[in-house]
């Protein structure tokens, strides 16, 4: 029994792992999921404070990927790639740039006053500041 | 020859050290169709199975300048032309602002809601968007667009302000013709708001079309003006020549990802022309079960030729000048302006139900069957099948 519930745990931790939305420290910003969202999806350029925003993605396959894309911008991976397909052939924007791990987008994000990343929760350190989960 | 200098030209600009940030994309739309039976024929297919109707490739550079300027070049290669590659899009564009960018160059005209991603078949769920409104002769202008988008609250909108001028080959009464729009000024706006987008657009030019059998025909109707004071009115009216055409747009959308459903619709007039007021339209619906995307379609689109009919209803069918000779060429002319008027009457009308399978990110197979009617001649029903892939990176 007591291993059913163990096994159940496990199972739902790693479905739900949360993903972190991180920006630099010196970044003071509050940011909700719109903002956020907008950012990422080449509708808002600066923060809500006016600096220019640069977001940094992470690359496909990881798990955090998967996450924000769902939770945050409401798209699957084929709704995205229609998105900037869109974006891309009309000249109004290109697809952040995107990272292959979360310990990249941590250290470009820490070494950005405009960046803004996400990683999974469990990977965030000192050297970023994370304006909400999800 | 125009390829091997286009690819040149694309390889001088990669090589170009100057240019530091350089992203290559690209799409490839292979589709085929045939009609099902032996006699038809419709939007360029025939009963023959035929890549080339709506087959496109394209492959587009992009550099950045600098932080504002970047500069875009699309090459494009449409099997209705050979695949002969061609720069469909060259321009640059400033950003002046979060804002506002400004582009110029040859870009896309944004006639309608598939306009700008008209090309990128990957962008929406059929394999070629409803020919009633999207079968036009030009997507491309010469010239600034100015584009501006921002948002409030839950609503993101934008505004777009085109002008310049477009050249490209139409028909008048079935024989090619050199269709010009000059001074052409188009305002759209869009808003969207989570599910729910919408857009308009209103444009105006001034439109001219050379077509030499047609013009021998225009001159030859104003040459009787001086007996009958009604042909130089109908001349005038008949003839593509700075005239003034206007043209709306509205679409909307509602997009709830496990359905969806739009429509859009549009008209257009050129004023004192042969070319008779076109009002188009079309409703979609679709849904999403995981990676398979059924959709329905019904468009419809129709001309309404009475002015021009009006036209001939006030000339006289024959006259009788005492010379054989002219009253003959009189009678030839009128019959000729009579078929004219008739043939720019149009009612047609189609179904189309397709099935979208998204194979991958970038990637998918679909199928679409269209149940084309034309109203005014039952001769030129047909059924269409069509298949093709859809890829982008």
Redesign the interface.
Known sequence: MKKWILAAGLCCNVAIADVAVIVHPSNGDALDK?SIS?LFLN????FPSGT?AQPVALA?GQSATDEFNGKVLNKT??????FW??L?????G?PPKALGSDADVISAVAGNPSAIGYVDAGAVNDSVRVVATF | MKTKLAILTMAGLLATPAIADI?I?G?ANLIGGMTLDDDESVYGYDSDFNFDPASVF?L?V?GDVSDKL?A?A?LVGRGSEDYDADFE?A?M?YVLN?NFNI?AGR??MPLFKYS??L??G??YHWLTPPDAIYGIDFNNIDGVRV?Y?N?SG?W?YGAQLTMGRVETDTTISGTPAALELKNVVAVSFEATRDWFSARTLLARGTTSAVNEDFDTFVEGMSAFGAAIPNATAAAEGFSVNDDTGTFFEVAVDIDK?DWFVGAEFTQTEVDGSVIADNKAWYVTAGMRFG?FTPHITYEVEEADNGTQLGLVAALPSTISTGDAVTDATWAFVYQGAAGIAAQQELDVSAVTVGLRY?V???F?LKTDVTWYSDDLNDLNDATLLKVGVNY?F
Request: cysteine-free; proline content about 4%.
């Open positions: 719109d907008r509708k808002a350029k600066a220019p496909e991976a084929a709704q995205l790639t229609a397909s869109k891309v052939f009309t000249g109004k290109q | 992203q994309n799409f394209g587009q992009r970047s875009t699309q899009w321009y564009t979060n582009s870009l896309r700008a991603s090309d990128i990957y962008s584009d988008m948002y839950d993101e990802y990676k998204d991958e990110p970038g998918a982008t």
